[in-house]
């Protein structure tokens, strides 16, 4: 079975500045795909960046980065330049190719100005 | 709209009484997940469909829990003789089928409340 641990209810972070949201996975499986979601006050899911289990490159989008080690099966989500509007949860899960996904407990930053 | 769609928003209901929650998926969507979110938590997983198919009902805690979708677009979250435990956001999402890389895009959810 796959299970996601993210060991820090709450962080927080000086406006401008990167902060680092640890994220790791356990799994049999061979191919899976890892995600970085977003979730705001008002409750949507945002979609982050995705990570491939067979890429060998760390994913980038814009701000966000993901710093993949596969032998120790984390994923980390690097946020640089934080912003007020980074505040929120955040939420890493991990799907295997039978579509099952998984998520995480979630993360809490808050970006202090 | 172009995205995942569920209603109604908010639902408050008293113990006992059955509810049902609706999802729209995008247009196209092959794959739709029920997720069912505490306070505080993170989404667990209650069920997955494959078009009108029903794969994997695993994480429903319940048999007071059905999910259908028989068209293979809409989608209805029922529970019946609701419980206090049953309070959390129900949310929903869609992706395309293959590969595992497609993200779920979700909708709004329903907070469900039971009083």
């Known amino acids: 079975a796959q299970k996601i641990t993210q060991t820090q209810p709450g962080m927080f972070v000086q406006e401008k500045e990167a902060v680092t949201l640890d994220c790791t996975y356990d799994?049999?499986?061979?191919?899976?795909?890892l995600f970085w979601y977003k979730q705001p006050s008002s409750g949507e899911m945002i979609f982050l960046i995705y990570?491939?289990?067979?890429?060998?490159q760390n994913a980038t989008e814009g701000r966000y980065s993901l710093n993949f080690q596969k032998a120790r099966k984390s994923a980390n989500l690097v946020i640089s330049a934080s912003q007020l509007g980074d505040s929120a949860m955040y939420f890493c899960?991990?799907?295997?190719?039978?579509?099952?996904?998984?998520f995480g407990a979630g993360t809490r930053l808050t970006v202090k100005p | 709209g172009a995205g995942v769609s569920q209603s109604p928003r908010y639902k408050v209901a008293k113990r006992g009484q059955d509810v049902a929650l609706r999802c729209d998926p995008i247009s196209g969507h092959v794959s739709l997940f029920w997720y069912q979110q505490a306070l505080g938590q993170g989404p667990e997983f209650l069920t997955y469909f494959q078009n009108e198919a029903q794969l994997d009902k695993s994480g429903l805690p319940s048999d007071r829990f059905f999910a259908e979708r028989p068209e293979g677009s809409v989608s209805t979250l029922k529970i019946q003789r609701t419980q206090q435990e049953d309070s959390a956001v129900y949310l929903c999402?869609?992706?395309?089928?293959?590969?595992?890389?497609?993200?779920?895009?979700f909708g709004d959810g329903t907070r469900l409340s039971i009083l």
């Open positions: 999402a869609s992706s395309l089928e293959f590969p595992s890389n497609q993200p779920q895009h």
């Open positions: 990570q491939g289990s067979y890429d060998e």
């Open positions: 899960a991990m799907r295997a190719d039978n579509n099952d996904m998984r």
């Open positions: 799994t049999s499986d061979q191919s899976y795909g």
